[in-house]
C-alpha cells in the first residue's frame, strides 16, 4: 500500500475535483461568479485557485518555481477550467505513477521569492490536503445555492473506485 498510496491520494483528489465542477457548472454563471461574505471568493475563483495551486506545486516537484499562479483571470470560463484541470490531473497522476521517493528534499521558492526545502511526500499530502479545503469552501457555496455536491469523503471514492475493479 505504501507505495501506491500517493497515486490513491492523487486519484481521490482528481475524483473530488470532478465532483465539484460537476456541481458548479449546474450554477448560473452570476451564481458561480458571485463574491461571499466576508471576502470568501467566489465559486469560479475558488476552483481556479485550486487548479492554481495544484500546477503550480506540481511543477515545484519538478524542478521550477514558477512566480505566477493561476487564478480566475487566467480563467473566465469555467469549461476553459475544467479543459485545462483534465490536462493537469493527467499529469498529476503520471508524476505519482512513475514512482517517487517520498524523502526526497524539493526546494523552490515561493511566488515572493522565499526559498523553502521540504520532503516530496509531505508536499504531495499538502497538495491533497489544501485540495480538500477549498473544494469544501466550493461545496459549502454550491450547498448555500440549493446544489450540494454530496459526500466527498475518501471512503466514497474508496467504495466506488472498489466497484469499478470488481474487488
Same mark, same amino acid.
Given at each position: 500500500m505504501?507505495?501506491?498510496?500517493? %497515486?490513491?491520494? =492523487?486519484?481521490y483528489t482528481t475524483w473530488a475535483d470532478q465532483q465539484?465542477?460537476?456541481?458548479?457548472? *449546474?450554477?448560473?454563471?452570476?451564481?458561480?461568479?458571485?463574491?461571499?461574505?466576508?471576502?470568501?471568493?467566489?465559486?469560479?475563483?475558488?476552483?481556479a485557485h485550486l487548479f492554481g495551486a495544484q500546477q503550480v506545486w506540481l511543477k515545484r516537484w519538478q524542478g521550477t518555481s514558477?512566480?505566477? %499562479?493561476?487564478? =480566475?483571470?487566467?480563467?473566465?470560463?469555467l469549461d476553459g477550467l475544467i479543459a485545462a484541470?483534465?490536462? *493537469?490531473?493527467r499529469d498529476l497522476a503520471a508524476f505519482v505513477a512513475a514512482g517517487i521517493d517520498p524523502d526526497r528534499l524539493?526546494?523552490?521558492k515561493n511566488v515572493q521569492g522565499t526559498e523553502f526545502t521540504f520532503p516530496l511526500g509531505m508536499l504531495v499530502w499538502h497538495v491533497v490536503n489544501?485540495?480538500?479545503q477549498h473544494r469544501s469552501e466550493a461545496a459549502a457555496m454550491c450547498s448555500a445555492v440549493g446544489h450540494s455536491p454530496g459526500?466527498?469523503?475518501?471512503?466514497v471514492y474508496l467504495r466506488l473506485a472498489m466497484l469499478k475493479s470488481d474487488v
Open positions: 505504501a507505495a501506491n498510496v500517493f %497515486v490513491s491520494a =492523487i486519484a465539484i465542477c460537476q456541481v458548479a457548472a *449546474l450554477l448560473t454563471p452570476e451564481q458561480r461568479l458571485a463574491p461571499q461574505p466576508d471576502g470568501v471568493k467566489s465559486v469560479q475563483a475558488t476552483l514558477p512566480t505566477h %499562479v493561476a487564478s =480566475i483571470e487566467d480563467f473566465p470560463t484541470w483534465d490536462g *493537469l490531473h524539493i526546494t523552490y489544501h485540495s480538500t459526500d466527498l469523503d475518501i471512503t
